[in-house]
């Protein structure tokens, strides 16, 4: 074989004939010498660039196979929750009007293979038990929680697929540049493939959390492993590029074309930003500067993206890199993403006849906030939901998720005579904020100094979630710890006038508290006081409190009535689980919300009670950060 022949078999197979040609007729070059050093990176160099040496059908082709396979996992989903939708509702229909003894068909399992996919899988943890607890490294280092089982097979197919679209290259070829030229094409891909679903899993307004009804918390772990799997394979990008580059123009060389090439000083420095991204988001540091990491993280994110568009727009390509429309759509989904925020942010907090909302805070015992929040106008807050909210004077920038304990509308005047629903008017929502550092810190001793109520201007975005309603259950049971009151007391009032107006199939409502002293109480104090005195609320509601750190004997007051009573210590939840599974009346929905510890307890006794004889379902409110 000739040199030159030899030359252009160095290319690889990849190598587009373009390129060949190119540096062939080129006027600024001569043949190939081995007596000349600049002519063996003048071989080398072509594949460091543009699509040069790249495998660019194959990198569609995966592209294309990455983005169905999440597409499928969506509509796989969808189905099923439309399947239940309709399950759900047609035992509503068949139960609201129903006697208690009358839900016997929906109490036992269709499938004979429900109980055992619940207990192995849906409700599994990963391993034994663990599952929300936090695993502590000491008591101030944190290293984050474990993934369900079922979260673990979602996320293994997802970064197994990754892998081998990653790995599978030609690795039989001779020519080491053309192998790193196609590693570099295929983890470029890779990661700007990934950038797309990150973003839109990482927006409070992803329109996917409504129609699958997926909780924002586990499209925030899946986000994560995205995050994770995109700064990996942009390193090896860029590991693969400085490879043959370095190759052919030495670190100097390399050094002068990052100052003076925009695109590669692009695509370097959002590769620097997305490794830093990726240290801050390491779980202790992300835990303990976690305020601080939020806003690193949304400007990082930023430059990252942008860099990245620069990186596609200005390569020597007509039209740019292919990935480039990518990265328009990656913007566009941002953009709407923050749009809807601020809509949402105008909408709560602002109307022409009752200005900005303002919010009362009240410093409570046990170092908690009691915060109601006074919007402008009417605002629809279902059960189970939770809203950002926002204070000026303190952080203002900073906003933080909190569940929406109560909700109170206040008609106008002319619109109380009417007998349709109104939704004209002003409502309050009001909050529990345990005090911890940071933010809620702050909040509380601003609380405090006010003493008994101080109000300032505030804002309130949201409602968000809310989509795990309980009128088609015959049986709901809910866990509260300590704070976590304020999810499942959301839930209360609503079902007891449903219970009142037949509305619901809800026969029987246990609430169980667990809290360390009774001061907990004054938490609640005005709002229980209120469902206490609803009407029919000792024919479906119970409650028992549990004190597990009481200060005195007198704190253990035994009430004579049967539907509230207050236990010293923690509750045995597997027994008292199945005690309520005994006197089960119709599907029986368990609820949590609460530290991971009571929450993986929960969770250990239902799976517990799962069997043919019964149908018990399983909900986990949690915020995972």
């Known amino acids: 074989m000739s040199l030159i022949r030899r030359r252009i078999a160095a290319f690889g197979p990849l190598t ?49 196979m990455l983005w169905w396979t999440l597409g499928i996992l969506a509509l796989i989903v969808l189905s099923i929750h439309l399947f239940d939708m309709a399950w759900t509702r047609l035992r509503h229909v068949s139960s609201m009007s129903a006697p208690a003894n009358r839900q016997t068909y929906w109490k036992r399992s269709q499938w004979s293979w429900m109980p055992s996919l619940k207990k192995h899988l849906l409700y599994a943890p990963l391993w034994k038990k663990r599952h929300n607890r936090e695993i502590k490294m000491s008591s101030a280092v944190s290293i984050g929680t474990l993934p369900s089982r079922l979260h673990s097979v979602i996320l293994g197919v997802y970064l197994l697929s990754n892998i081998v679209y990653m790995f599978y290259e030609d690795w039989t070829q001779e020519n080491s540049y053309s192998l790193a030229a196609e590693i570099r094409g295929r983890s470029g891909t890779l990661s700007a493939v990934n950038m797309v679903p990150l973003i839109i ?51 100097s060389g390399e050094n002068f074309r990052l100052v003076h090439d925009s695109f590669l000083a692009s695509g370097l420095a959002g590769t620097i930003a997305l490794v830093i991204l990726l240290l801050l988001s390491f779980s202790p540091i992300r835990h303990a500067f976690y305020e601080t ?38 913007f566009m989904l941002w953009a709407a993403e923050r749009l809807a ?100 810190r702050q909040l509380y001793n601003k609380a405090e100094i006010g003493f008994p109520s101080t109000r300032i201007k505030a804002a309130m975005e949201g ?38 107006e037949g509305t619901i199939a809800t026969r029987r409502v246990t609430l169980v508290w667990i809290m360390r002293n009774t001061e907990a109480l004054e938490w609640v104090r005005p709002w229980m006081d209120e469902i206490l005195r609803m009407p029919r609320r000792k024919e479906i509601l119970n409650m028992q409190l549990f004190i597990t750190r009481p200060k005195n004997a007198k704190e253990l007051v035994q009430s004579a009535s049967t539907t509230v009573q207050m236990f010293p210590g923690r509750p045995n939840l597997a027994t008292l689980l199945k005690k309520e599974v005994e006197e089960q009346i119709g599907a029986m929905c368990v609820t949590v919300c609460g530290p991971g510890a009571l929450a993986d307890d929960v969770r250990q006794a239902v799976r517990g009670v799962q069997d043919e004889n019964s149908v018990v379902d399983f909900v986990e409110e949690s915020f995972t950060w």
């Open 463 to 500: 409602p968000y979630a809310g989509h795990h309603s309980l009128d088609s259950y015959g049986h709901a049971v809910l866990f509260a710890g300590a704070s976590g009151i304020t999810h499942q007391i959301s839930y209360l009032k609503p079902l007891i006038e449903g219970f009142n």
């Open 201 to 251: 899993l990482a927006g409070r307004n992803n329109p996917l959390i409504g129609m699958l009804r997926v909780s924002f918390d586990t499209y925030n772990l899946l986000h994560r492993w995205m995050g994770r799997m995109v700064v990996i394979e942009a390193v090896i990008h860029t590991i693969a590029w400085a490879y043959v580059a370095i190759s052919a123009d030495g670190v």
């Open 16 to 64: 587009t004939p373009a390129t060949v040609i190119a540096l062939r007729e080129s006027p600024d070059s001569e043949l190939p010498s081995t007596t000349q050093p600049q002519d063996a990176a003048s071989t080398i160099a072509p594949f460091s660039t543009a699509l040069n040496g790249v495998d660019q059908p194959g990198n569609m082709l995966f592209k294309e």
């Open 341 to 440: 925020r601020m809509f949402r942010l105008a909408y709560n907090n602002w109307s022409r006849k009752g200005g900005f909302t303002e919010a009362a805070i009240e410093a409570m015992p046990a170092d908690a906030t009691r915060v109601t929040m006074h919007l402008p106008r009417y605002v629809d807050v279902k059960p189970g939901t939770h809203a950002y909210i926002r204070f000026m004077g303190i952080n203002p920038w900073e906003n933080h998720p909190f569940s929406i304990a109560w909700v109170k509308h206040h008609p106008e005047e002319d619109a109380s005579k009417e007998t349709e629903p109104v939704r004209r008017g002003t409502t309050s929502i009001s909050f529990i904020i345990g005090a911890h550092t940071g933010f809620t």
């Open 293 to 330: 990491f939020l806003n690193f993280h949304i400007i990082l994110a930023f430059i990252v993206f942008a860099m990245t568009w620069v990186h596609c727009a200005t390569a020597q390509l007509p039209g740019g890199l292919p990935q480039l429309p990518w990265m328009v759509a990656i």
